[in-house]
């Protein structure tokens, strides 16, 4: 998969864009940002597909997002963004398609059907493979821990003193896959309408080959997830005390008790709570989100020119984890049942979190996207 996206020479001319006035409060950040585009000689050629062609329709399941010019990362008010969040940079990221909900169960399972594919948690670990993402001389696992499985979420027995060691309520479960997201004994039965998780990256792409998509870069993730609400910390506005009634995420103490105040103490079927103004559901929260990108905790920082805008930036050019420098991970967004106030709040629209591309999750999906020009060529 070509992991970058294509200038597409459509729509509205961008200079003739950023001369108009938005008046709207929550719109004066992209105004900001526009400002600052008429003095970038990069944009001064590029045009930015902000419509949809009229004679293109929408593939089944996807919504239309509306290309802009954004500030893309944590907006200063943001008290609980993280550093590897800012500071913020401005991009211009054309229009694109975007499934209106996570991939399903039974989304997976017909892909599954069709190509009698094999997910990494089904077929084990490969130590050859593993061992280039860790210190040199680490002893090879007993071979019992190399089986195929996945890793698991268990509640604290009781108040965890030390937020980031995770394997605290992380449990490696043999027998764990995307039919049985929470250990052998459990089932997708009847789920057909919840998110598929325990897939890795290299799973999404598989996915995605056979249904002619991809992975959203960062910035169309997060250009989506906010549909038109700029300058806000989530993309319904500043409102946290709503967010019971917008995503699926942990009430109570993590991850000792959870209160299940917003109706769901693991994950929730798709569509289980209001979409974003461009119809995207589960934009924060219920599971993470692989993106085509790789994480850097440095990227944002390393923008050298503040006053040039990205056009499509498909994110940092290597992965980097100060603590892991050797793991290979991509950028995942939107937070998870996981994600508490607590703890790391990730159902902040510029939250972000690094995946190991072989790794899959309980907590962990993904959506795709298609561009005009992926479509056109169908």
């Known amino acids: 998969m070509n992991k970058s996206v ?17 008046e709207s409060k929550e719109n004066k950040a992209q105004e900001k940002v526009a400002a600052k585009v008429e003095e970038t000689a990069q944009v001064v050629e590029h045009t930015i597909l902000s419509k ?3 004679e293109l329709a929408a593939p089944d399941g996807m919504v239309w997002v509306s290309g802009a010019t954004f500030e893309q990362g944590a907006i200063s008010s943001d008290k609980t963004a993280m550093d590897h969040e800012k500071p913020a940079i401005d991009v211009t990221v054309d229009g694109f398609f975007m499934d209106a909900t996570e991939v399903t169960n039974a989304q997976f399972a017909a892909f599954v059907k069709a190509t009698g594919y094999i997910t990494v948690a089904e077929k084990g670990i490969d130590w050859e493979e593993l061992k280039k993402q860790v210190p040199p001389g680490t002893e090879k696992p007993h071979d019992s821990i190399l089986q195929p499985g996945s890793l698991t979420f268990k509640k604290a027995k009781s108040t965890v003193p030390n937020l980031y060691d995770f394997s605290q309520w992380w449990n490696w479960t043999i027998g764990a896959d995307w039919k049985h997201p929470n250990g052998p004994k459990s089932s997708i039965k009847g789920k057909d309408n919840y998110p598929v998780v325990q897939v890795s990256y290299e799973d999404a792409l598989a996915y995605c080959d056979w249904a002619n998509r991809r992975l959203p870069t960062e910035a169309e993730w997060e250009l989506a997830s906010r549909a038109g609400s700029y300058g806000t910390i989530y993309n319904w506005g500043d409102n946290e005390s709503v967010l019971k009634e917008k995503a699926n995420t942990w009430e109570g103490e993590f991850p000792v008790e959870n209160t ?42 390393e923008i050298k ?5 990205l056009i499509n930036p498909a994110g940092a050019e290597a992965p980097f984890t100060p603590n892991n420098p050797l793991a290979k991970e991509r950028v995942i967004k939107g937070g998870s049942f996981l994600c508490s106030a607590s703890y790391c709040a990730s159902y902040r629209v510029s939250a972000r979190m690094g995946s190991s591309m072989d790794s899959s999750l309980e907590h962990t999906g993904f959506r795709t996207v298609a561009t005009v020009e992926m479509l056109e060529k169908n």
Do not use: H
């Open 305 to 309: 020119d503040r006053n040039k805008v």
């Open 52 to 54: 949809k062609p009229e």
């Open 6 to 22: 294509q200038v597409l020479g459509l729509g509205l001319l961008f200079l003739g864009m950023v001369n108009c006035k938005p």
């Open 260 to 301: 299940i105040a917003d109706g769901f103490e693991l994950r929730a079927p798709v569509k289980s709570y209001p979409p974003n103004a461009y119809g995207l559901y589960d934009m924060a929260g219920n599971v993470w989100e692989w993106t085509s990108d790789w994480y850097n905790t440095n990227y944002y920082k």
